[in-house]
């Protein structure tokens, strides 16, 4: 069915319990071991379950009409698809995100070696402010996410990291499910990584009745980057311009930032593709560049690739680990434990961010 979709999605990421006395008791709980308890009240239905992306798990119906059931998803920032009688339900009760081209439910368990990351305590925050600009590819308005540091101060010139999602999400995922905000902000306030604006746009663009995933980096070089440029005060050589992305992000940060050396320094791939993650017969003259480890050295101070060891696309990535084999780049490649989900990005953006913009200081 072909419908239009506003330019902006909002939902909820907090859980809105109800009131017990209209709404009954109902939601979940995460338990002090990691399990996660359900309860979800829909006394007419035949069956219930948590649907997490192909592993089922059936709640059981009380006498009260409740349908319960505790389990242990896993670890982490964790979606899943709450099914009534086999069809996909949004339920209030829990916290909506947006993943999958669609709001979804999720719960965020507790990782014992991420704590205090995105802690909100203690530490100055900075600000996220929303953005349309216009668009000379698309042919219409666009929309990204800008945060500034908690010491903004119009009167320097800040670096910049453009940061994009992947496939299915928008400009929101990185603060609200990567909490990047929150991350930059514990690291500034420990000394560990360098002042700078984020900017997240909605890599998901296209034009009229067309779907092609490439445009973004045409929106990002012609628009989205003089945008920012006329907007904030940044410093405006590649030295100070960096570009990272996740998943069909980390692809259009590797057609962008190899395709125009010339603007940016620094480049992260997250549960990362260097090269098409399609099958594909055409060239892909951004690998051009990787052909010449003089230039390539020349052209980036840091080129980072992660991604989880359990990633449903771990093969692409040893496929570019062989692919760059024996090519003496320097690119820097981590791994980390978990899969292709937000737990994973989270590890890779505070990682990625202390990397950025240390060997040049900027200036007022």
């Known amino acids: ?75 982490g920032f964790l979606y899943f698809f709450l099914k009534v009688d ?21 719960v965020d368990v507790p990782v014992a070696d991420m704590a205090g990351w995105d802690s909100l305590e203690k530490v100055p925050h900075g600000a996220v402010t929303r953005h349309y600009y216009p668009s000379t590819v698309t042919g219409k308005h666009e929309v990204c996410l800008v945060y500034t540091p908690p010491a903004y101060d119009a009167g320097k010139a800040y670096p910049v990291l453009y940061l994009q999602h992947g ?14 905000g929150r991350i930059a902000d514990q690291l500034l306030a420990a000394g560990g990584m360098r002042e700078m604006i984020i900017v997240m746009g909605n890599g998901m663009v296209q034009k009229e ?36 992305g996740l998943s069909m992000g980390s692809y259009q940060t590797s057609l962008t930032t190899l395709s125009h050396p ?39 101070r840091v080129f980072y690739r992660a991604m989880g060891t359990e990633d449903q696309f771990w093969s692409s990535f040893e496929k570019d680990d062989i692919f760059l084999q024996d090519k003496h780049l320097g690119i820097q490649r981590e791994t980390f434990p978990g899969g292709h989900d937000w737990t994973v990005w989270r590890r890779c953006i505070r990682s990625f961010l202390p990397r950025l913009f240390q060997e040049d200081p900027f200036s007022a």
């Not at 086999?86 to 999720?106: E, K």
């Not at 496939?167 to 990047?180: K, P, R, S």
Request: negative net charge; charged residues 25%.
């Open 86 to 106: 086999g069809a996909d339900v949004l339920c209030p009760y829990l916290p909506i995100g947006y993943g999958c081209c669609r709001p979804m439910n999720f």
């Open 1 to 75: 069915m072909k419908q239009p979709w506003p330019l902006d999605v909002s939902v909820s990421f907090d859980p809105y319990y109800g009131e017990p006395s209209r709404d009954g008791d109902q939601g979940a709980e995460i338990l002090p071991d990691g399990r996660v308890r359900f309860r979800i009240i829909a006394p007419d239905a035949r069956q219930v379950v948590i649907d997490q992306f192909g592993t089922v798990y059936p709640l059981e119906k009380g006498a009260d009409g409740a349908w319960e059931g505790t389990f242990d998803l896993g670890r």
């Open 167 to 180: 496939y299915g999400e928008n400009e929101t995922g990185w603060v609200y499910q990567g909490h990047v």
């Open 209 to 244: 009745n067309t779907e092609d995933r490439t445009l973004y980096p045409q929106v990002l070089v012609k628009d989205l980057i003089p945008f920012i440029e006329s907007h904030y005060s940044v410093r405006r050589d590649k030295w100070h311009r960096a570009m990272a």
């Open 262 to 300: 010339e603007l940016f320094g620094y480049a992260g791939l997250f549960s990362g593709f260097l090269r098409a993650p399609w099958p594909t017969a055409a060239p892909e003259a951004h690998l051009r560049l990787l052909e010449d480890p003089e230039a390539f050295g020349k052209a980036f």
